[in-house]
């Protein structure tokens, strides 16, 4: 997570902009729940009172991080890829166990 953090931290405005509408788009792919979102915030550092954690944490999740100021890009970013990565453990172990052909849970190692 700080690898990442650090990494997203370095994009231009415009770049955190991106990135994250491109997490948003793998976050609903995953189908996030209220119950994965309160996990994921757990896990990511960050308050449960900031404003992404309180979007994830909604029934049904908000994902409008890309509208928020531009200083909150950084907890927006660890919040997305905590919920992301607890959302998509589920569905690993439900909906694609087994063979599954998402290209996301075939990656490489590095």
């Known amino acids: ?12 405005p415009a770049g955190r902009q991106a ?3 491109q997490v948003v788009g ?3 792919q ?8 309160c996990e994921g915030v757990a896990r990511s ?10 979007m994830m944490c909604m029934d049904p999740p908000r994902y409008g991080f890309a ?3 531009g200083v909150e890009y950084v907890q927006a970013f ?7 990565s607890v959302a998509d453990t589920r569905r ?8 599954c052909g998402h290209p996301w849970h075939n990656l490489p190692p590095r």
């Open 78 to 84: 660890r919040v997305l890829v905590s919920v992301f």
């Open 1 to 12: 997570m700080d690898e990442g953090t650090s990494w997203f931290s370095d994009l231009s």
């Open 19 to 21: 990135v994250l509408q």
């Open 30 to 37: 995953a189908h996030i729940t209220a119950a994965d979102g």
């Open 45 to 54: 550092g960050v308050k449960p009172t900031a404003n992404p954690s309180v």
């Open 26 to 28: 793998y976050a609903m």
């Open 92 to 99: 690993r172990q439900t909906y694609c166990k087994g063979a």
């Open 67 to 69: 509208v928020l100021p």
